[in-house]
């Protein structure tokens, strides 16, 4: 399965919903056989220090084991093992010549962890009640919400807004066709 390419290096999913789990369809290729690629669901955890593939995964694209890895998890300790691989992000966001870990006890087909997420910038919104999950590499421009928030109207609590008002989120629609 081939993904779609844009412009960039960008990668976004939309869900319809607010999301609880960040889960993107990638692509993992051997990095000395490009052509051999599985097409896998991988989550975003920004708590994973490394992305790590289940050994499943690691066993069908056959890649080879550099050396064995212990890890810390959410639920203890876990033994696997070190490969070389290349990660294609929807969109086409290419992450080439990585290293990470397969553990043969994982559910979860891929996570993505902050080795890929420190390469760029990484964002969830969650808004109109939608979820939206961005990242871009390299790194083009802080983030700060704290700092953005400074030049927007502030929240006044206690202050009641009316229907016909502008809603305070700043999208300039009246509250009660916005977040009202």
């Not at 927007?152 to 509250?175: E, M, Q």
Request: with cysteine.
């Amino acid at each position: 399965m081939s993904l779609p390419k844009t412009h960039g290096y960008c990668s976004s999913r939309v869900f319809n919903n607010i999301a609880d789990r960040y889960e993107v369809e990638i692509e993992i290729a051997d990095i000395l056989e490009p052509e051999n690629k599985v097409s896998v669901t991988a989550m975003w955890d920004t708590g994973a220090t490394k992305t790590t593939i289940s050994g499943s995964v690691a066993k069908c694209l056959g890649i080879p084991k550099l050396y064995d890895v212990m890890a810390q998890t959410a639920n203890g300790i876990a033994f696997g093992e070190a490969h070389f691989a290349n990660i294609i992000l929807s969109n086409g966001v290419e992450i080439n010549d990585i290293e990470i870990m397969s553990m043969p006890d994982m559910i979860t087909e891929c996570l993505l962890g902050a080795d890929i997420i420190a390469k760029g910038d990484f964002s969830i919104s969650n808004f109109g009640g939608r979820t939206i999950v961005s990242f871009r590499m390299p790194s083009r421009a802080d983030t700060d919400y704290v700092q953005n928030s400074v030049n927007t109207n502030p929240y006044v609590k206690g202050k009641k807004t009316a229907r016909n008002d502008l809603c305070p989120c700043g999208s300039g629609k009246k509250f009660k066709n916005c977040c009202g």
